[in-house]
């Protein structure tokens, strides 16, 4: 097309059912963990006289909480997988492939980036973060955390090194997944008889500098005394030709590098004029609806709940996921609205990759095999329960 020439749009029509007046059109954007319930629940949501939509690009859902397991080799590429597609067609449901440009909250409608357009009557986003680092480096030997199906790179790409010395690895941040990524592929350099060099990043004072201050010591330790090399307090400029530079002059080497800093909101809300907090996300209020149009709601790391990011943890959009199930519902037939309520406190356990974790709760840590158990039976339960 031209400059300036006005871009055609085809509004999908969708097989759901016989489209009659009464009935009310149901759309997920992104098949997220706060998205899981509604889609499981497809038939209900059908059988009560909704056509539910679920917009993706991807038919599959990798479970944030398995997917760094899969790194070290606890679990095979496929276990942490969820078969987002099969929820909503097995129960009725449509689901359209594609990138999601914007919002056209006026006319009620998704816009595609093939142009294509998907009708709302309500509409929920689930569409997770990315990593935007102004450290890019080239696509060959960086790998990003996000969206998490990605990190069976870091496993492939390790097991394919065949250079004349062992692999480096750069780990660029140190929250809990960056911790949870080193720890992971230390496991696996141990495992394979590769050998190498890790080197974990982080421009702060402290690894997981939102824990209490026992588990930050005990990763620091546990990275260190399995050979990992920690800088703090160095923030990575550049990534290129496999050297990191830092802000403070130093060159860091690495084959493969892997970010986990940088992480937001797909630049879509803004986009779409809708409101939006500092990081991106779209504002939602205490039912998870949007404050700037009554039919749309949001969860999970793409969503500002009162204009501020949630800590980016899973536990948070699976509390929310109910709630989004009710609400996409009531702001359509005039029902009561549910208030969604952080947890103030909430259990995660980081994955170690040695057949321990790191259990965090509140102000107490604790590391073990009875971490990684309790972890290993949640994690299992959570994916079995949508494969069903």
Same mark, same amino acid.
């Given at each position: 097309m031209g400059a300036g020439t006005?871009?055609?749009?085809?509004?999908?029509?969708?097989?759901?059912?016989?489209?009659?007046?009464?009935?009310?059109?149901?759309?997920?954007?992104?098949?997220?963990?706060?998205?899981?319930?509604s889609l499981a629940r497809t038939g209900e949501l059908v059988r009560r006289g909704y056509e539910v939509v679920l917009v993706d690009l991807s038919p599959h859902l990798y479970y944030s909480g398995m997917a760094t397991g899969v790194i070290s080799g606890a679990y095979a590429p496929d276990e942490p997988r969820i078969d987002v597609r099969r929820l909503v067609e097995s129960g009725g449901g449509e689901f359209v492939r594609g990138r999601i440009e914007r919002v056209q909250a006026t006319n009620r409608e998704i816009v595609l980036d093939t142009g294509?357009?998907?009708?709302?009557?309500?509409?929920s986003f689930c569409l997770g973060s990315e990593v935007v680092s102004g450290a890019a480096g080239s696509e060959a030997d960086v790998v990003r955390v996000k969206p998490v199906g990605g990190l069976w790179e870091v496993r492939r790409r390790l097991m394919a090194f065949d250079g004349d010395r062992a692999p480096r690895i750069l780990v660029v941040g140190g929250g809990p997944a960056g911790c949870e990524v080193a720890a992971n592929a230390l496991a696996l350099l141990d495992r394979s008889g590769l050998g190498g060099d890790l080197t974990l990043v982080h421009e702060g004072a402290s690894l997981l500098p939102e824990a209490p201050k026992r588990a930050r010591t005990l990763i620091l330790r546990f990275l260190r005394e399995r050979g990992a090399k920690v800088l703090t307090n160095t923030a990575v400029t550049r990534?290129?030709?496999?050297?990191a530079g830092t802000g403070g002059g130093r060159e860091v080497p690495y084959d493969l590098a892997v970010l986990?800093?940088?992480?937001?909101?797909?630049?879509?809300?803004?986009?779409?004029?809708?409101?939006?907090?500092d990081g991106?996300?779209?504002?939602?209020?205490?039912?998870?609806?949007?404050?700037?149009?009554?039919?749309?709601?949001?969860?999970?790391?793409?969503?500002?709940?009162?204009?501020?990011? =949630?800590?980016?943890? !899973?536990? $948070? #959009?699976? *509390?929310q996921a109910p709630i989004i199930f009710r609400n996409v519902q009531a702001v359509s037939n005039g029902g009561r609205l549910l208030e969604y309520k952080p947890q103030k406190r909430f259990l995660y356990i980081i994955s170690l990759g040695d057949g321990?974790? =790191?259990?965090?709760? !509140?102000? $107490? #840590?604790? *590391?073990?095999?009875?971490s990684w158990w309790l972890k290993h039976r949640i994690d299992e339960k959570f994916v079995e329960e949508y494969r069903r």
């Amino acid at each position: 097309m031209g400059a300036g020439t006005p871009r055609a749009f085809r509004r999908i029509t969708f097989s759901v059912m016989p489209t009659v007046a009464t009935r009310k059109r149901l759309v997920f954007a992104g098949g997220g963990h706060a998205h899981l319930y509604s889609l499981a629940r497809t038939g209900e949501l059908v059988r009560r006289g909704y056509e539910v939509v679920l917009v993706d690009l991807s038919p599959h859902l990798y479970y944030s909480g398995m997917a760094t397991g899969v790194i070290s080799g606890a679990y095979a590429p496929d276990e942490p997988r969820i078969d987002v597609r099969r929820l909503v067609e097995s129960g009725g449901g449509e689901f359209v492939r594609g990138r999601i440009e914007r919002v056209q909250a006026t006319n009620r409608e998704i816009v595609l980036d093939t142009g294509d357009t998907v009708p709302y009557d309500a509409a929920s986003f689930c569409l997770g973060s990315e990593v935007v680092s102004g450290a890019a480096g080239s696509e060959a030997d960086v790998v990003r955390v996000k969206p998490v199906g990605g990190l069976w790179e870091v496993r492939r790409r390790l097991m394919a090194f065949d250079g004349d010395r062992a692999p480096r690895i750069l780990v660029v941040g140190g929250g809990p997944a960056g911790c949870e990524v080193a720890a992971n592929a230390l496991a696996l350099l141990d495992r394979s008889g590769l050998g190498g060099d890790l080197t974990l990043v982080h421009e702060g004072a402290s690894l997981l500098p939102e824990a209490p201050k026992r588990a930050r010591t005990l990763i620091l330790r546990f990275l260190r005394e399995r050979g990992a090399k920690v800088l703090t307090n160095t923030a990575v400029t550049r990534l290129g030709s496999g050297v990191a530079g830092t802000g403070g002059g130093r060159e860091v080497p690495y084959d493969l590098a892997v970010l986990a800093v940088g992480v937001s909101p797909p630049d879509l809300f803004r986009a779409s004029g809708l409101p939006a907090g500092d990081g991106g996300g779209l504002w939602v209020d205490r039912h998870l609806r949007s404050v700037g149009d009554e039919r749309l709601f949001g969860g999970g790391d793409c969503v500002a709940f009162g204009g501020e990011p =949630l800590p980016g943890l !899973g536990v $948070f #959009a699976v *509390r929310q996921a109910p709630i989004i199930f009710r609400n996409v519902q009531a702001v359509s037939n005039g029902g009561r609205l549910l208030e969604y309520k952080p947890q103030k406190r909430f259990l995660y356990i980081i994955s170690l990759g040695d057949g321990t974790g =790191l259990a965090i709760y !509140g102000s $107490f #840590a604790w *590391r073990g095999k009875l971490s990684w158990w309790l972890k290993h039976r949640i994690d299992e339960k959570f994916v079995e329960e949508y494969r069903r």
